[in-house]
T-cell receptor
Framework: QKEVEQNSGPLSVPEGAIASLNCTYSDRGSQSFFWYRQYSGKSPELIMSIYSNGDKEDGRFTAQLNKASQYVSLLIRDSQPSDSATYLCAALIKAAGNKLTFGGGTRVLVKP | GAVVSQHPSWVICKSGTSVKIECRSLDFQATTMFWYRQFPKQSLMLMATSNEGSKATYEQGVEKDKFLINHASLTLSTLTVTSAHPEDSSFYIC???????????????FGNGTRLTVT
C-alpha cells in the first residue's frame, strides 16, 4: 500500500464548476497535510496546508481533513482553465521519520 | 513568502561528466534542505536530506557517491551528479522548510527545479 494515494485522473471539469480531488494516507499518526499544484515542466507550488479535522478555505480552494478516515480532499470552486495542472497531495508521514511524502498526483483539466 | 532559488534551470551535459546544482534559501535560513527527483509523468521522489554542517541522509536506493550533497552554509545546498549517464536525465528539485512560519510542521517551499539532460 502506498503511503499517500491519489486518483491519477485526468479529472475533467467544465469552466466554472467545482473540481473535487481526493487523497488517502496510510499512516494514522500523520499530522500535517499539504496540497501542491504543479504545472507541466514546473516545480510544485503550495496551495494549502491543513493540520486539523474539518475544512479550511483560502479563496477558491477548500481543503478538508478527516483523520478518522485518513482522508484529505481539495475543492476548487469556479474552476478556471488556468487551474489545469497536476495536484499533488503530500503528508508528513510519521512512520517515515516525518518525511514529506507525495501522492502520485491528480491531473485536472478545466475545459472552457 | 519563503523563496528558494535553484540554479541552473536546465543543463545539458555529456555522459561521464559531472553537473552541480545549487539551491539557495533567499530570505530565511534553512538548516535542512531536501532534494527530490521527478521522472516524466511520475511524482516527486525524495533523494536525500541535506543537513547544514553534517552529512546528508540518503534515501534507500540513492547512491551517495554518485549524488554528492554539500550543505556548507545555512542558505546554500549543492547537489553534484557525478559521472552522469543518460538514465540520470530527470527533473531535480530542491526544497526547504521555513521554520519561522509554524515550526516543524511548516510546508516545504520548492525551487524552480533543474532539468538535466545527459547525452
Amino acid at each position: 500500500q502506498k503511503e499517500v494515494e491519489q486518483n491519477s485522473g485526468p479529472l475533467s471539469v467544465p469552466e466554472g464548476a467545482i473540481a473535487s480531488l481526493n487523497c488517502t494516507y496510510s499512516d494514522r499518526g500523520s499530522q500535517s497535510f499539504f496540497w501542491y499544484r504543479q504545472y507541466s515542466g514546473k516545480s510544485p507550488e503550495l496551495i494549502m496546508s491543513i493540520y486539523s479535522n474539518g475544512d479550511k478555505e483560502d479563496g477558491r480552494f477548500t481543503a478538508q481533513l478527516n483523520k478518522a478516515s485518513q482522508y484529505v480532499s481539495l475543492l476548487i470552486r469556479d474552476s478556471q482553465p488556468s487551474d489545469s495542472a497536476t495536484y499533488l497531495c503530500a503528508a508528513l508521514i510519521k512512520a517515515a521519520g516525518n518525511k514529506l511524502t507525495f501522492g502520485g498526483g491528480t491531473r485536472v483539466l478545466v475545459k472552457p | 513568502g519563503a523563496v528558494v532559488s535553484q540554479h541552473p534551470s536546465w543543463v545539458i551535459c555529456k555522459s561521464g561528466t559531472s553537473v552541480k546544482i545549487e539551491c539557495r534559501s533567499l530570505d530565511f535560513q534553512a538548516t535542512t534542505m531536501f532534494w527530490y527527483r521527478q521522472f516524466p509523468k511520475q511524482s516527486l521522489m525524495l533523494m536525500a536530506t541535506s543537513n547544514e554542517g553534517s552529512k546528508a541522509t540518503y534515501e534507500q536506493g540513492v547512491e551517495k557517491d554518485k549524488f554528492l550533497i554539500n550543505h556548507a552554509s545555512l542558505t546554500l545546498s549543492t547537489l553534484t551528479v557525478t559521472s552522469a549517464h543518460p538514465e540520470d536525465s530527470s527533473f531535480y528539485i530542491c526544497s526547504a522548510r521555513d521554520y519561522r512560519a509554524s515550526g516543524g510542521w511548516s510546508p516545504l517551499h520548492f525551487g524552480n527545479g533543474t532539468r538535466l539532460t545527459v547525452t
